[in-house]
Every structure is written in C-alpha cells, then in structure tokens.
C-alpha cells in the first residue's frame, strides 16, 4: 500500500462488504456508508431466506450485458478456488446443491453474520443512516442527512449502490441521481427475475404447474428457456418466466411462446400414433396422462374448440399447433419491490477492466448498479463478490489514489 489508505464505500450491500473487508484486510482505512439503518438487508431475502451465494458453472453466457468481452474477463478475475478460499476466511462454509452454492447452514442470515464480523475483525468502520447525495471529483462525498458529515480525503471511492430489486418501491432511487450527476449514462433501469404479466384471461388455467419451454420474442433477438412455468391467473411465471424477463425490456415489443409438449422429443409422431390409438376420445380425455386437465382445456379453447370435440372430428393439426407455439402477449411486469434483480446501470463501456469508471479517476463500482444482469442460480451474488475482487485487486495493485 502506497500513499493515503483511505477507502469509502457507498453502499453496504453484499459487493460493498466484500470489498471493504479484502481492502481492510489489506491495511487500507475503509469507511461504508449505508443509507439505510442496517448494512446486507437484501442477503436475508435472497434464495427464499437460503442464499444462493454462487454457482458451480460461471461463464459470460449466464448474464445480459452490453459487452460479454469484458465481462467474460472481470469474471475470471475470482476463480471458484479463490471464491471458496473467501468465503472459507470469513468463516462461511458453503455446500453445492444441484450446482447452485449455499451455507450449509440453509440461512440467509447466517452469511450476513459471517459478513458483519469479518467487517468488525477487520475494524471497518460503517455509517449508517447515511445516504450519498453527491460525489465530487475530488473524492468527497456529501450526505442527504447533513449531521453526517461530508466525507473528504478519500483516495479510492467505491460505488456499491446496488439495485432498486426487493427492497425499494418503484419512486426510491438508489444512488442513480447522484452516478448521473457525475456524468455517467444509466441504461435503463426495469425489475426483472420477476413475473410477466399477460394479456390473457389466465384465471381458467390459475395454480397450473407444468414443464414448458418459452420463448420471448424481442426486438433484440429471441431468447429460450426451459423450465417449471407457474400460470398465475393474469400473470406467467416461474424460473423460466424469470430468467426470460432480463430480456423484456421493452415490453410492446415483445411475445412469449410456449411449448407445451417439449416433454417428449419426437412429439409430432407421438402425438399423431396417439390421435390415431384413440379417434373416438373427446379432446380432453385425449390428454389424460399427458397434460393437467385445466391446462388442456385452455389449450383446446385457445384452438379454437371444444373439449368435448371427438378426436375424429377435431383439427388435430391446429391443436398440435397451438400446444407447441401457444403465444402469450407480455403486458407487464413485477415490481422493483417484487423482483430480485434490477437491470440496467452504469454500462460496462463506461468503466475499465478494473471496474474504474472512465470519467472519475480513483472512483469504481460494484455489484448490481452496474448492467450486468445474471440468471437465478447465485449469479448476481456471485458477481458482486467477482466485482468486490476485482476493484479491490485493482486498488491494492495500483495503490489508492495513484
Ligand atoms: C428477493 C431477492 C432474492 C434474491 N436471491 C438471490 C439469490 O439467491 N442469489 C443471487 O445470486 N442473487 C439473488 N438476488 C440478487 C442479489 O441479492 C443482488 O444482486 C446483490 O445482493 C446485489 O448486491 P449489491 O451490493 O450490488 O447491491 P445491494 O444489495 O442492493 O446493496 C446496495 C446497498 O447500497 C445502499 N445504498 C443505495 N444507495 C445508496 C446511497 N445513495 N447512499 C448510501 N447507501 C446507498 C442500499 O441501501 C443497499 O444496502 C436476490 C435479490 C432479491 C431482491
């Protein structure tokens, strides 16, 4: 460590802590403000109150970003080893189940008490209460609550503001206004993880669980996704409903198809050696044993029939067509409040590789304010530990402030 060692933290979220806790390990003086009255809020709610901390299959391909290059390098700065090896220092021992990272313990709570003490034994000092308004080009920080006071001298400034996800109504802003004031773009910001509201009178087929595989159409491109879709009665949702709303950004733009027969490879044949086996059944008892009987009724309205339609009688193509392409039009979304991710933030273009912003000297940002978007899978936890990593490396390589 060369020079002034002071460090300020904006924002004790995950990717925040993390980062204070390796630069004060490092011998750096680190000070985290926190606008709300607690540091790591957000770690209870994550993974249902379990933590999905991280996941065994970490590449580029698992997030939205605007430049995978560059991501696909700052993920490489943690290796799973030396994520291990951090989490093992701060006393957390982590289990793999199905590929996705938890605390053995099962407990949310249980990583943000390892967070807090590492933090406390490695004498970082927090700030709570204590919302940045303003960040000036020679590194002071001012503060909403004036009785805190403005924060000067640092040589490094960490901007760990995180994202409006789960905790903020859609009005709160999360350090946004002060990123902006700086100069910086904020790509659109909108929840997602989250439902998809549609258009369609879901309530017929509400409580449905079944495999589907989707498709969101968007202007950008397609995008696919496989998984347990849960019908809510004006809403789609479930893990691959989720993982596709990172893509919705626009949502006039956009149609969801699902495919209600990718359960079987070969469904064409299957499906016409089945129409074949049983002409004289009605439409509905055709599914039996096929598709829960609420979700084929819908299916057999969408195409146009009815469930006590014979087989014999029926456009069994047309059905065939529906069940495989049955398309859903998005018309809205869960809120901030409801969601587990925001996207959009600060872009990769506008940040080096060491997460320094390109416009403030001595000035990185971590976590989720910047557009790096993962799946569900410990992706987003994963990311602001790899980003914690990577502006901690950055400051302790280069020396604070040079
Ligand atoms: C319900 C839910 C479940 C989730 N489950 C998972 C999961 O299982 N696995 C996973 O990988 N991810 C999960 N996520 C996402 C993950 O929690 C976040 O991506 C991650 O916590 C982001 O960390 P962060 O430090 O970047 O930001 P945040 O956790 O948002 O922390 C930012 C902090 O900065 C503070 N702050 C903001 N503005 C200011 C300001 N101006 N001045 C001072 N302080 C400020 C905030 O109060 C906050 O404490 C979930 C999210 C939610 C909402």
Redesign the pocket.
Known sequence: MSGNSKVSV???????ICAAILLSRAGYNVTI????ER?G???L???NGR??ISNQDIDASWYVSSDDKKLARILNNLSLKERDAFYDSIGLCVTDIRGGLYPVSRQASSVIDALRFALSEANVKIVTG???VALHKDLSIEFEDKSVWADKGAAAVII????K??VYSEEKE??IR?IKDMGHHISDTYPALTYLRCEEDLRSVAGVRCDAALTLNTAKGSFSERGELQINKDALSGIPVFQLSRYAHDLSGCSLEADFLCFMNDALPKYKARAASYPDRSLEDFFAGWLNKKLAQYLIKRAGMRPSDTVRRSSMQRLYETLRHCSFKPAGRGSFREA??MCGGIPLSEVDDDLQSLLYKNVYA????LDVN?ACG?????F?LCSAYTVSNAIINKGAGS
Do not use: F, P, V, W
Not at 366 to 369: A, D, H, P, R
């Open positions: 904006i924002g004790g979220g995950m990717s925040g403000y926190e606008r709300q540091i809020k957000k770690i709610l994550t993974g933590c999905n204590a919302k940045a760990a503001c995180g994202g996800a789960g999360n350090g002060l587990q991710l971590t976590g989720e304010i993962g410990g992706y987003n936890l994963h602001a």
